[in-house]
């Protein structure tokens, strides 16, 4: 029985029809066995995409956040108030940020742990049993005996492409006490690299100080502003944002100047990118060179020029970047010393756009494999807009996400 509480949500499960069939892989609804909770370059050319460098020997990607179930419903044009409307396709399927980006990391190789809560309940039970079946290692999950597993709302609207998201969270949520010493320290042993999605604040520093300590990069999705991200970011070696955080968080007038703020902020983080979606994404890149001979540029007229550099009738992503490492300057704010890389998307035909949901989740996922294989970053960026344009394809955050052997992924095969 589910637990009752003011703070508790009842399961949909009961009230929503089984979906449809589908051609791929949706969400299990049925109730699963007790046995399934406890499974466990210096160039300034526009650069295309090349074969995915050979991952090296450690490859284990440990992530902290949230997992949940999608419901997605598309329909012809968005409701207006107080209207009826019929779904033209329904799906359910798991989603989340970690769990999608991990799930994403697991597809193309990389070994998934995941840390996170959900309840005894059939949410609860079919999300473990979907991460698990695309080779996420869930042992690290706590399943708690009462409340509710978070679902979320999807509503998909086929005319502007857009999607709307009705989240309820999980109950109770994720405290430090419910990760054990022995498992978190077995959690990151072996670990290349740790990714946040900046839920579970509490739990996610108690994770990332320890990371710090055994000296693991850390990656954090900067998605908005969430209670206790300030202090994760403190332990950022890498930090990826959605398009419009870096000047919620710094207050800066523009992009741009908002990225150097965020690495004058965060002085052990390597390099930040922001997502742009069907504009692709900017990264800031910290150089080591700082030396006085270096050229105060700035920023904003540089990424301009690199915008004059874009090849428009190229639908593959590509990635443009400063010549070398110069002295970056943002009126008003200050400078650092690094690079400038400007990524295109892929244009996506409308006639092949469905969903968009999870494009950012699948971005971080393909740049986590990227950071495994030592991608120098134009290639990287390249690889994560072709992973994220992949996953748009197809209803769901996860239904088109692509293995690394899968024909969509061919512009980076041999």
């Known amino acids: 029985m589910l637990f009752s509480s003011p703070n508790a949500t009842p399961s949909p499960l009961s009230l929503l029809p089984s979906p449809p069939p589908s051609p791929r892989r949706t969400l299990s609804l049925t109730?699963?066995?007790?046995?399934?909770?406890?499974?466990?370059?210096?160039?300034?050319?526009?650069?295309?995409?090349?074969?995915?460098s050979p991952l090296p020997e450690s490859r284990v990607v440990l992530g902290c956040g949230a997992v949940s179930v999608d419901f997605l419903a598309t329909v012809s044009a968005f409701p207006r108030p107080d209207d009826k409307i019929r779904s033209t396709n329904f799906m359910v399927q798991g989603g989340g940020n970690a769990g999608n980006a991990l799930t994403c990391a697991a597809r193309l190789g990389l070994t998934s742990r995941l840390i996170s809560k959900v309840a005894n309940d059939n949410q609860g039970k079919s999300i473990i049993a979907e991460l698990s079946e695309d080779g996420v290692d869930t042992s690290y999950i706590v399943v708690s005996d009462e409340g509710n597993s978070p679902f979320t709302y999807i509503i998909v609207d086929n005319q502007t492409k857009t999607r709307t998201c009705i989240h309820t969270p999980a109950y109770p949520p994720m405290v430090p006490d419910d990760l054990s010493r022995s498992s978190l320290f077995s959690a990151l042993h072996g670990a290349r690299l740790v990714y946040f999605d900046g839920r579970w604040h509490e739990t996610a520093l108690v994770v990332a100080k320890e990371a710090s300590k055994m000296k693991i990069p850390i990656l954090i999705d900067a998605e908005r502003k969430r209670e206790g991200l300030d202090d994760l970011l403190n332990f950022a070696s890498y930090v990826v944002c959605s398009e419009?955080?870096?000047?919620?968080?710094?207050?800066?007038?523009?992009?741009?100047?908002?990225?150097?703020?965020?690495?004058?902020?965060?002085?052990?983080?390597?390099?930040?990118?922001?997502?742009?979606?069907?504009?692709?994404?900017?990264?800031?890149?910290?150089?080591?060179d700082e030396g006085s001979e270096l050229e105060d540029v700035n920023i904003e007229s540089l990424l301009e020029s690199?915008?004059?550099?874009?090849?428009?009738?190229?639908?593959?992503?590509?990635?443009?970047?400063?010549?070398?490492?110069?002295?970056?300057?943002?009126?008003?704010?200050?400078?650092?010393?690094?690079?400038?890389?400007?990524?295109?998307?892929?244009?996506?035909?409308?006639?092949?756009?469905?969903?968009?949901?999870?494009?950012?989740?699948?971005?971080?996922?393909?740049?986590?494999?990227?950071?495994?294989?030592?991608?120098?970053?134009?290639?990287?960026?390249?690889?994560?807009?072709?992973?994220?344009?992949?996953?748009?394809?197809?209803?769901?955050?996860?239904?088109?996400?692509?293995?690394?052997?899968?024909?969509?992924?061919?512009?980076?095969?041999?």
């Open 306 to 414: 690199l915008k004059q550099r874009v090849d428009v009738n190229s639908s593959a992503p590509t990635c443009i970047s400063s010549k070398t490492s110069m002295r970056l300057i943002a009126e008003g704010v200050g400078g650092v010393c690094g690079r400038l890389f400007l990524g295109t998307a892929e244009k996506v035909p409308p006639s092949e756009l469905v969903d968009t949901t999870g494009a950012g989740d699948a971005f971080i996922g393909a740049t986590l494999y990227g950071i495994c294989a030592e991608m120098p970053p134009e290639k990287m960026l390249s690889f994560a807009a072709h992973v994220a344009a992949a996953g748009c394809k197809a209803l769901g955050a996860r239904t088109g996400l692509p293995r690394l052997v899968d024909p969509v992924l061919s512009p980076f095969s041999q």
């Open 31 to 52: 109730l699963l066995s007790k046995a399934a909770m406890s499974s466990s370059s210096t160039s300034d050319r526009a650069i295309a995409p090349q074969s995915p």
């Open 244 to 288: 419009k955080f870096p000047q919620a968080w710094t207050s800066a007038q523009s992009i741009p100047s908002a990225l150097v703020s965020m690495l004058l902020r965060l002085p052990n983080a390597k390099f930040v990118v922001v997502t742009l979606g069907e504009n692709g994404c900017i990264m800031l890149e910290r150089s080591l």
